[in-house]
């Protein structure tokens, strides 16, 4: 036991989701069509043509999302990358997976924050700490935390389960992972929080990720809006699979990588971030995604936009150049015919 004296979770009094409101609600979601205005960027086109190859190639398209992917309303893109395995891994953080069992469950997700940390109820509802549960239960099934919620999710029938990508992963087979920093998300501050199964999932889901990374020659990384947990649990997995491909005679360093995010980045940005007195020098995904790891054959993008913009043009650009390549997104799957 500790020495130290302990905040005691049992105290906290959590209310109901309803009284909440939700930023993101299901009607706000946007519907799975070509932007009427397109992104517009010199490499886009080039960036797509890799994404292809690989698939046509078998080899892995890894996405790492932050949470706001989800709040932005584009679970519809993300659901539909899955079921055509033109993504055949999504990572994402806590907050991710949070928001994505919201939206699934109650129909909306997203919080107000000034709103209800004023009144110390910030995160602080009965039906989102569920997940703790599932988690826990996952933990004993010795399961992942993407994979565990996405099971509950489809297998209980949550009402929008079509909007779930956890849900979409679990119906394809497809690797959903979620990577968590303790006490950065809204249901460690909840009394049925055991900390060591969430530590246990999400270290499953680190090892399913490195699994996954370990295939990352030819292929295809896209970081999408996550400036700290996607560079760094992406760089972990990339030097532990290097070290083992080295002891048999392989390398990983010819791939692709891209970031899509909102920060301004120098035209030069393949040539290396700023010293380390410059502020942009510890904007990990120019240092780590952008530059180090493809140093050795590889290839980078960046792409600064909006994601309500990006992503579906990301989507509709590469399902227009695999639609007609048999075995690979092919629509009408078995998994994308269950969600309909």
Same mark, same amino acid.
């Given at each position: ?78 659901? #539909?990358? *899955? ?7 999504? %990572?994402?953080? !806590? =907050?991710?997976?949070?928001? @994505? +069992? ?82 950065? #998300?809204? *249901? ?7 900390? %060591?199964?969430? !530590? =246990?999932?999400?270290?499953? @889901? +680190? ?134």
């Amino acid at each position: 036991m500790s020495r130290y004296e302990q905040f005691d979770r049992r105290r906290i009094h959590l209310r109901d989701l309803r009284e909440r409101g939700h930023d993101l609600r299901v009607e706000s979601c946007l519907e799975l069509v070509s932007p009427a205005s397109p992104y517009g960027h010199p490499e886009f086109a080039q960036l797509v043509r890799q994404i292809v190859e690989a698939r046509r190639n078998d080899r892995p398209v890894i996405a790492m999302i932050g949470g706001h992917p989800i709040k932005l309303g584009l679970s519809r893109f993300l659901v #539909d990358l *899955i079921e055509r395995r033109i993504v055949t891994h999504l %990572a994402t953080n !806590g =907050a991710g997976i949070i928001h @994505d +069992f919201e939206l699934a469950l109650a129909g909306g997700t997203s919080e107000s924050v000034p709103k209800w940390i004023r009144r110390g109820q910030f995160g602080l509802w009965r039906e989102t700490s569920r997940l703790n549960d599932i988690i826990a239960e996952g933990a004993r099934r010795g399961e992942g935390l993407g994979e565990c919620v996405g099971r509950v999710i489809q297998n209980e029938r949550f009402p929008h389960r079509h909007l779930s990508v956890a849900a979409a992963g679990w119906r394809a087979g497809v690797p959903v992972t979620s990577h968590v920093g303790i006490g950065s #998300d809204i *249901i460690h501050a909840h009394a049925n929080c055991d900390g %060591a199964a969430l !530590g =246990a999932t999400s270290y499953t @889901d +680190f090892l399913i990720f490195a699994r996954s990374v370990e295939s990352l020659e030819g292929g295809v990384y896209l970081n999408i809006g996550s400036a700290v947990a996607g560079p760094e649990v992406y760089l972990k997995a990339l030097s532990m699979a290097r070290n083992v491909a080295q002891q048999q005679g392989r390398s990983i360093r010819r791939f692709t990588t891209a970031v899509f995010d909102l920060v301004s980045l120098p035209d030069n940005y393949r040539q290396g971030p700023p010293s380390k007195d410059h502020a942009q020098y510890y904007y990990r995904p120019w240092k780590t995604i952008l530059v180090r790891t493809v140093a050795d054959g590889g290839t980078s993008f960046y792409f600064q936009g909006d994601h309500r913009v990006t992503i579906p043009s990301l989507w509709s650009e590469t399902v227009k150049r695999l639609e007609s390549t048999p075995g690979v997104g092919a629509p009408g799957s078995p998994a994308a015919a269950e969600t309909r």
